[in-house]
């Protein structure tokens, strides 16, 4: 692929600005900590790559030739652009306001759309997401969504929302599989979402609290629910859906309650605020809360 840019080697043409700043082989030399015959090696390549003379030598130094003078004007107009980009970068360095922690399933269905709309309210505040499927994984987080009722002293929660969790998957799912009611979800190809560390509702769960057995037939395990939303929606199996998380996938019409029953969820998605959290951290939080 070739280079946006027609450049010689950046090399000589650093080199050249070095010696037309200074009018001297010698002293480009000693700026760049190399010998003068290393300067003048990458001015005589530059000059080949060019097809003309840069600089005109004389006894006790050079000078620039016309084209010389063009060029230099041009690299100093380049390097000052450049120096004061850095210059702000250094002085402005990239700042987070509020560090988040939440799953990748909890991520993409609920906060990263949040964060969108808080954006648009409060641009000049910057929120970053730590995103992990491995409980506990907050250390370094003003802010983490937990899904539970184990609570850590000194640190504060606010409850988002407590959904109901419903059995879903595709229309053409149900039509194949003829589900019409719980003997027939029953008796279904389920996909099973591993939830024993993070504390999620397991089918087992499910139908045991519609005083039903665990189920038999055949199922699917995956570690990571996204995985599990994915499966579903390709016809593989039914899948436990929590309706405050998954309501945009069944707003859209790519999941269907499969059946009437539901459960409510026995605990609440909350957010825990750190007590390492800013003010800015806490404006988030409030209207987080808010805006469940």
């Given at each position: 692929m070739s280079h946006p840019y027609d450049f010689s080697s950046m090399t000589a043409l650093i080199c050249f600005e070095a010696a037309a700043r200074n009018t001297s082989f010698k002293n480009a030399a000693r700026e760049m900590n190399v010998t003068p015959a290393a300067i003048s090696h990458q001015i005589k390549a530059l000059e080949t790559d060019l097809g003309c003379s840069l600089f005109l030598r004389h006894h006790r130094g050079v000078e620039l030739t016309e084209k010389g003078a063009f060029l230099f004007l041009a690299i100093q107009r380049g390097f000052e652009t450049i120096s004061d980009a850095v210059t702000q970068i250094r002085d402005r360095p990239e700042t987070v306001d509020v560090t988040i922690g939440t799953t990748t399933a909890f991520s993409a269905l609920w906060l990263t759309p949040k964060i969108t709309a808080f954006w648009k309210i409060h641009p000049a505040i910057t929120v970053s997401q730590i995103i992990s499927d491995v409980p506990g994984m907050t250390a370094r987080c003003d802010l983490a969504i937990h899904y539970g009722s184990a609570h850590e002293s000194g640190v504060e929660y606010r409850e988002l929302f407590q959904d109901r969790i419903v059995a879903l998957g595709t229309p053409?799912?149900?039509?194949?599989?003829?589900?019409?009611?719980?003997?027939d979800l029953h008796k279904a190809p389920l996909i099973h979402s591993s939830g024993k560390e993070t504390g999620w509702t397991s089918w087992d769960d499910w139908f045991a609290?519609?005083?039903?057995?665990?189920?038999?037939?055949?199922?699917?395990?995956?570690n990571?629910?996204?995985?599990?939303?994915?499966?579903?929606?390709?016809?593989?199996?039914?899948?436990?859906?929590?309706?405050?998380?998954?309501?945009?996938?069944?707003?859209?019409?790519?999941?269907?309650?499969?059946?009437?029953?539901?459960?409510?969820?026995?605990?609440?998605?909350?957010?825990?605020?750190?007590?390492?959290?800013?003010?800015?951290?806490?404006?988030?939080?409030?209207?987080?809360?808010?805006?469940?």
């Open positions: 053409c799912f149900a039509e194949e599989y003829g589900i019409s009611g719980l003997e609290a519609l005083d039903m057995p665990a189920p038999k037939r055949r199922r699917l395990h995956v990571n629910y996204m995985i599990a939303l994915q499966a579903a929606q390709e016809d593989v199996g039914a899948v436990l859906g929590w309706d405050g998380l998954v309501g945009k996938l069944m707003e859209e019409g790519r999941l269907v309650t499969l059946v009437p029953e539901s459960i409510p969820s026995p605990v609440a998605f909350s957010l825990k605020i750190l007590p390492r959290a800013s003010s800015k951290a806490r404006l988030f939080a409030d209207w987080l809360v808010a805006s469940s």
